[in-house]
């Protein structure tokens, strides 16, 4: 198989029908794989929660996020895509979607709703949707069009739920690129919204551990930590590429109402969503 290289990633805001999303427009053109990371408006939900939030599991009425969630699938023109939403529960379990067929994608939403923190599909017409307010979202495309999206709390970072993922997609493909090295290092990483540095005050404990994992480049100040940078240096170390991680730039707790924060709310908000599917 002759894989050709992706562009290079990038993230920008825009508008898919009445919806705010950050996406990156050239991946889809050019291999089919739409990314979107979502924000609050544009949805049915009312309260804390309003007004798309994504997640059955923080209180909304069910009936609101299933309006959110088709509200999102059709602007994205996606009606039609089987939609796998896993039960997170900050672990590292990844569940990986490789067939279209009904038992498959059953199977797997039902592995999922046991605790799953990432999914890896490698078909089209499967979206794989995950559900944040602070924790880090992660997206990881294969020039294949395979893809993983992967949420990372601070658990998560410590427990290399990414990595996890990124490992899961190189076992089913490395031998496609003549190496896991050379195919880690052809994928592009995608970082959305979450709680930066400068928000993100740890105790002493949890900072030490992030230090000894990823170096002192994660730590923000003696307190503080950088979840994004201490992924990046997780995944550079299994091959990927610095010049392929972008990050969205967005603080979820300083920047705005635009997202949810679990932090800046007191610990009652909906969440927002990061979703990937191919379409061919
Ligand atoms: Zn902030």
Not at 27 to 35: F, I, N
Not at 166 to 177: D, K, N, Q, R, T
Request: contains cysteine; aromatic residues 6%; negative net charge.
């Amino acid at each position: 198989m002759n894989v050709s290289n992706l562009p290079l990633p990038t993230l920008s805001a825009r508008l898919a029908g009445t919806l705010d999303i950050i996406t990156d427009d050239a991946l889809a053109r050019t291999t089919g794989v739409r990314v979107a990371f979502t924000g609050t408006s544009g949805g049915v939900s009312e309260g804390p929660y309003a007004s798309l939030n994504l997640a059955t599991h923080v209180g909304d009425s069910f009936a609101a996020v299933e309006e959110n969630r088709r509200r999102l699938l059709h602007a994205l023109d996606a009606s039609d895509v089987e939609l796998v939403v896993p039960n997170q529960v900050h672990g590292t379990n990844v569940v990986s979607i490789e067939s279209r067929s009904t038992t498959v994608v059953e199977r797997a939403r039902v592995d999922a709703e046991r605790g799953a923190d990432a999914l890896v599909v490698g078909v089209p017409d499967v979206a794989a949707l995950l559900c944040f307010a602070d924790c880090v979202p992660v997206v990881i495309v294969s020039p294949t069009g395979r893809f993983a999206v992967v949420h990372a709390g601070w658990r998560g970072v410590v427990g290399g739920v990414a990595e996890q993922a990124l490992e899961v997609m190189l076992e089913a493909e490395a031998s496609l690129f003549g190496g896991r090295e050379s195919a880690a290092a052809s994928y592009n990483v995608y970082i959305g919204p979450h709680i930066h540095a400068e928000c993100f005050e740890t105790g002493f404990d949890v900072h030490a551990r992030f230090v000894d994992l990823f170096g002192d480049q994660c730590a923000f100040d003696d307190r503080r930590i950088d979840l994004s940078k201490a992924l990046s240096v997780g995944l550079a170390r299994k091959g990927v590429d610095a010049c392929r991680i972008v990050d969205a730039g967005v603080c979820t707790v300083c920047g705005g109402q635009g997202h949810y924060s679990y932090r800046a709310s007191g610990g009652t908000c909906g969440r927002h969503g990061a979703l990937a599917f191919r379409r061919v």
